[in-house]
């Protein structure tokens, strides 16, 4: 698409939605002030989108005008949250949704576009929880009716449910006993996630990881490294961090091929405990890379 198609460039879009007036305008006794301003940012928000995303923002133009909309809604200048401006607000509500349209494309690629239910989901979910967790010297059969019991399904149920395996097996998804994903990773919510394939999208977020390496002290280096790349297989897949562990001097790749050799990633009681720690510190500690990273990407 020639430039011509956009109204705005990246660079004017930024520079105005950093700049926006919006939220210090009373929108009470200023309705009129306040509407044209609003119009102004949506547009901005629409075409920097487009820049950004073009495919996506087309073909899912509500999605992003309801995104759009709620960012607007719900920002508040006060919160802690909201201290790295509007813009950084929105990038994260953005890769949020992101990731959503892009799990919801994989689904539906990987059933040929044939709807599959929430829970149904869920039982594939189960299924491979379990099945990864039986042991290689268990037969198909034993291992049937071991997962039948567990999920309180027939045999036959879970021959159905097996029959699907395939299209979305990923040993490295931390689901709990109810079902749950237990990511061991909480950062920025919009970071990890087990649909981001992208090249560009990796790419840009490991970029993002590699600048705060580099920022942190030495002494917090190694935890941070172990748990970026723990978080990363998880999102990813071992296939695709490998091909960046030369790339990337915050992928650990011994922890790497520990996680290769093991089968599985982390969880965040696992992590804690690797590295001597209570949950809560852990909690603190991720959170405190959650703040730099907002800051960093500002």
């Not at 073009?54 to 006060?78: D, L, T, V």
């Not at 509007?86 to 949020?96: E, I, Q």
Request: hydrophobic share 30%.
């Amino acid at each position: 698409m020639g430039e011509e198609y956009y109204k705005y460039t990246e660079e004017e879009c930024i520079d105005y939605i950093s700049a926006t007036t919006l939220f210090s305008i009373d929108k009470e006794e200023k309705a009129i002030l306040y509407e044209r301003e609003e119009y102004k940012l949506i547009e901005h928000l629409w075409y920097y989108l487009l820049h950004k995303d073009q495919r996506i923002a087309e073909e899912y133009g509500e999605e992003a005008w309801q995104c759009i909309r709620r960012c607007i809604k719900s920002f508040n200048p006060e919160k802690s949250d909201a201290e790295n401006g509007f813009l950084a607000y929105f990038r994260t509500a953005w890769r949020n949704e992101k990731a959503k349209i892009k799990k919801e494309e994989m689904w539906k690629q990987s059933f040929s576009g044939a709807p599959i239910s929430k829970n149904e989901r869920l039982l594939i979910k189960h299924y491979l929880y379990y099945y990864n967790r039986c042991g290689d010297e268990k037969t198909e059969e034993e291992k049937y009716a071991l997962i039948a019991e567990r999920l309180h399904k027939t045999v036959d149920e879970i021959r159905e449910i097996a029959k699907m395996r395939y299209i979305a097996s990923n040993p490295y998804l931390n689901i709990d006993d109810e079902g749950e994903d237990k990511s061991s990773f909480e950062f920025a919510d919009d970071s990890f996630s087990d649909c981001m394939k992208d090249k560009a999208d990796i790419e840009e977020l490991f970029d993002e990881w590699n600048k705060l390496y580099e920022d942190l002290q030495e002494r917090q280096k190694p935890l941070f490294s172990e748990w970026i790349t723990n978080g990363s297989v998880e999102a990813l897949g071992p296939d695709t961090v490998e091909q960046y562990l030369n790339e990337y001097v915050f992928l650990n790749a011994p922890f790497f091929q520990e996680i290769k050799q093991n089968g599985k990633v982390y969880t965040q009681r696992e992590f804690a405990e690797r590295h001597k720690m209570a949950e809560s510190n852990l909690s603190r500690t991720i959170s405190g890379y959650k703040k730099r990273y907002n800051m960093l990407i500002q």
